[in-house]
């Protein structure tokens, strides 16, 4: 089985752009979560997706958004971009719907603000 | 609010050798589930190992086993006969049970394996 997938993995940015990450899940899962991990302040917890719905959201600005497919895929977007947006954003799928299950995660996309 | 804290942001270990790597956290909720992450330098997130806080058996998988100690909070990760491939950084995360999948992490212990 395919492992989750993001693309693109490396991204260039100016400040004040938006940018649209995406992320396509392990076949069968259904949960998507999004993470963001930088130096300062570790992994932080952005949101997940299940069957198209925002089922959890974390503390950030309304400047990041997210969006889940009926085949599960799912994108997240972040407009007028700050330089402290700089990071590597990964993105975890699991089965079911109680949450019971393993996130497994994929290799991320490393944002640069400039 | 939960918190999971990890005390050592470094630690290094000789080829061979045991390694303990410490996690605390506070919840006030009684049912959860408590995982070690490790990441690797290619930064893909693979699961260590995960633990239930209802079932008072210490989870172990392979070389890896933990010492869950639900009244004091604590959740260490214990690697045994360490192998050079076990470099990397190791999360410490909580997620509440029937909540999704909202995990907190804590900040991340760095390992280094020694030859």
């Known amino acids: 089985k395919a492992g989750v997938t993001q693309t693109p993995r490396y991204l260039i940015k100016t400040r004040g752009q938006q940018v649209t990450l995406s992320c396509s899940p392990i076949s069968g899962h259904r949960s998507v979560s999004w993470y963001q991990q930088t130096p300062g302040q570790g992994l932080q917890f952005l949101f997940e997706?299940?069957?198209?719905?925002?089922?959890n959201k974390g503390n950030f600005p309304g400047r990041f958004s997210g969006r889940q497919f009926s085949n599960s895929r799912s994108e997240m977007n972040v407009s007028t971009l700050e330089l402290g947006d700089s990071a590597l954003y990964l993105c975890?799928?699991?089965?079911?719907?109680?949450?019971?299950?393993?996130?497994?995660f994929g290799p991320g996309t490393r944002l640069l603000v400039l | 609010a939960q918190t999971v804290t990890q005390s050592q942001p470094e630690m290094s270990v000789q080829e061979a050798e045991t390694v303990t790597l410490s996690c605390t956290y506070d919840?006030?909720?009684?049912?959860?589930?408590l995982f070690w992450y490790k990441q690797p330098p290619s930064r893909q997130m693979i699961l260590v190992i995960r633990?239930?806080?209802?079932?008072?058996q210490n989870a172990t998988e392979n070389r890896f086993s933990v010492n869950f100690q639900k009244a004091a909070k604590s959740f260490s990760l214990k690697i045994s006969d360490s192998q050079l491939g076990d470099a990397a950084m190791y999360f410490c995360?909580?997620?509440?049970?029937?909540?999704?999948?909202?995990?907190?992490f804590g900040p991340g212990t760095r390992l280094s394996v020694l030859p």
């Open positions: 997706y299940f069957s198209e719905t925002q089922r």
């Open positions: 995360a909580y997620r509440r049970k029937n909540y999704g999948q909202n995990f907190v």
């Open positions: 975890a799928s699991s089965l079911a719907a109680r949450g019971e299950e393993t996130q497994y």
């Open positions: 919840t006030s909720e009684s049912d959860y589930y």
């Open positions: 633990q239930e806080a209802y079932k008072q």
